[in-house]
């Protein structure tokens, strides 16, 4: 979490409004983030849920200089500039706000500079966005790319609700932002929150794969913007192992909690010859070896598997080629075994 608020400052053209919000608890069901924007059964396109929208007339009251860094970050990181404009509004009025925390030192709760960041969450996020050397989370320059980060991390821009709710903990936040965003944009906009997988990583997925495989990449690549957490089983962090796991248990089959126990449960499988739905192990983590692998992920196809990759990676889960890297050991098959089959046929 960014940081604990319990009151969002909105900067309007006369002067400070002031909205007390709900403490929301720490822990949530993930189905609170299935807000439409796309169904289990379906998929977003993610080029159209970072489109870059044409800047409104309330766009001409941001400041020039900031106005210029939404737009330029939005195309770096493929959010819409607006959304990012929404939460500079909320957030500090654009960097105008006299308040503490915005120019120097922090605020009550910890937060400094125009997108309001905690250090611990800046010394995670921060970008050098000027190429100076140094990531200054009080330079708009650095932290309006950070935010973008921050919130691609989180999910944005295909999972908006989700990557603002991270952002801050408050739904009258998160609405606040989208409010903003909507008239930055002269209501051009719409937030995307998808629930399923994404049209661009799932494309390619052959027929093949039979709706069994369907349904357990669908679960796994909904998980996409949730954090890695080492030991983590869900619904809200996963690490790598325990995201493969839940994955095949959305659809009834039984595999083993661990990357060490997994790797010899499934039937070897050459290297070229994955198909969709098997496990591809990594000599990556400690006590690994190239006959323990530590890591696995997915593969969905072309060469890529969902993974959950690690605390500090962007995204913590997500899409990656497994062929590029060094690491990658071997792969398995966990449909093939015997008793898989057995599970299969029980549920017929």
């Keep these: ?53 044409a800047a409104a007339q309330d766009a001409g009251a941001i400041p020039a200089d900031y106005l210029e860094l939404y737009k330029k970050t939005g195309a770096d990181y493929g959010i819409p500039w607006n959304l990012l404009a929404g939460v500079g509004k909320v957030e500090t009025g654009h960097g105008t706000s006299e308040l503490p925390g915005v120019r120097s030192g922090e605020n009550y709760a910890g937060a400094g500079g125009p997108m309001q960041f905690l250090e611990p969450t800046w010394r995670a996020f921060g970008v050098d966005g000027d190429k100076d050397g140094d990531k200054d ?114 659809v009834g089959i039984s595999i083993p909690r661990t990357t060490f126990v997994q790797w010899p449960f499934g039937v070897k499988i050459d290297k070229g010859k994955e198909q969709p739905g098997d496990l591809v192990f990594f000599n990556s983590g400690p006590w690994t070896s190239a006959n323990n692998p530590g890591h696995v992920g997915m593969v969905i196809g072309n060469g890529k598997m969902i993974v959950a990759r690690c605390a500090s990676c962007v995204p913590n889960i997500g899409v990656q080629n497994y062929r590029i890297r060094g690491d990658w050991v071997g792969v398995t098959r966990p449909l093939a075994k015997p008793e898989i089959l057995r599970q299969l046929e029980g549920q017929q």
Aim: some cysteine; proline content about 5%; hydrophobic content about 45%.
């Design 1 to 53: 979490m960014r940081r604990r608020v319990v009151m969002v400052v909105a900067f309007g053209g006369t002067g400070l409004l002031l909205l007390a919000l709900l403490i929301v608890p720490a822990f949530f069901s993930a189905t609170q983030f299935l807000f439409g924007g796309g169904g289990a059964t379906g998929c977003v396109d993610a080029s159209r849920a970072g489109s870059q929208p």
């Design 137 to 250: 989370r009080y330079d708009p320059k650095d932290a309006i790319p950070g935010a973008a980060r921050y919130l691609k991390h989180n999910g944005a821009p295909e999972r908006t609700r989700t990557a603002l709710y991270m952002y801050n903990h408050s739904w009258d936040y998160v609405n606040l932002v989208l409010r903003w965003a909507d008239r930055y944009a002269d209501g051009d906009f719409q937030a995307v929150q998808a629930s399923g997988p994404l049209c661009s990583d799932t494309e390619g997925l052959p027929a093949s794969a039979g709706a069994v495989v369907q349904r357990i990449i669908d679960f796994a690549m909904a998980q996409r913007g949730k954090r890695y957490i080492l030991g983590a089983a869900g619904p809200d962090a996963w690490d790598c192992s325990s995201l493969i796991q839940a994955a095949y248990r959305s």
